[in-house]
Structure formats: C-alpha cells, structure tokens
C-alpha cells in the first residue's frame, strides 16, 4: 500500500502494512483469495497440544468448519508420524480402544507440518530434510 501517490523526485515514499502474516507467507490461490490451514497443519498443530490422543480424538479436534480432517488421512499420516519418530505408540489398540498415540515434544522442529510425499517419504520443511524415507524390499522385485 503506497500512501500519498507516487513519489515526486527526491521525495520518499511511505508504505504502510496492512495485515502481519507473521514469519511464513500466507498460502494464496490463483486468483490470489487466503486458502485455508491443510490438514496436516490442521493435525500436526492439534497434535503438539494434545500431547496423546487417538486417531478420532486427533480428527474431531484437529477439522475446522474450513478444514475436515478424514479419518483415513489422520491414520495414514500418524503412521508416517510414528516411523519418522515425531510421535510414538503410547498404548497398543484394544477390542474396546484405538491405538493412543504420543507426541514426542523433544521431536519437535517447527511449526510448519512435517509432510508425507507421494514418494511416501516424511519431509521436515523446519529441517529442510527427508526424516524418513520407505526401505525398498528388492528381493520383491
């Protein structure tokens, strides 16, 4: 925002911020609208203040009105989770329980979610580092 038009020769210019998005861009789509936290934020923020849950504690209350989290897609990404060692199995499932699950705050290495790739890898981007990667089985092939 330019405030006073442009500036005559010799003269400065005075900029004025509108809205402090903090340290990290905000996420923008084409046409440029604020896009709302993904999942995995969504999940990885909840994660860190509940410290242990379930995967339907985690995906009640990680979904916004904005965000719902699948319960597939909470499990799939604990798992990942749980193999990069951000979190671990605090209690085996049971007939009458899930698997409860353990934050790990030693573990923790930024706000911005660790993501699982399509490779089925777990990217840090606080790291800037692949934390896990799936062993290929070559005997398989």
Known sequence: FISGGPAAPGKQRVYQLLRDNGMEAPRLSRDGQLLPPTAQEQM???????????????????????????????????????????????????????????????????????????????YDPNLDAHVWREEVDHDAF
């Open 44 to 122: 990885w923020r909840t994660a860190r203040i509940l410290g242990e849950f379930d995967c339907r504690e985690l995906v009640a209350l990680a979904s916004t009105p904005d965000v719902t989290v699948a319960l597939t897609a909470a499990q799939d990404y604990l798992k990942h989770l749980c193999h990069a060692g951000y979190v671990c199995v605090a209690a085996e499932p049971t007939p009458q329980r899930l698997t409860r699950y353990r934050f790990l705050a030693s573990k923790y290495s930024g706000p911005r979610p660790p993501m699982v790739l399509r490779s089925k890898t777990v």
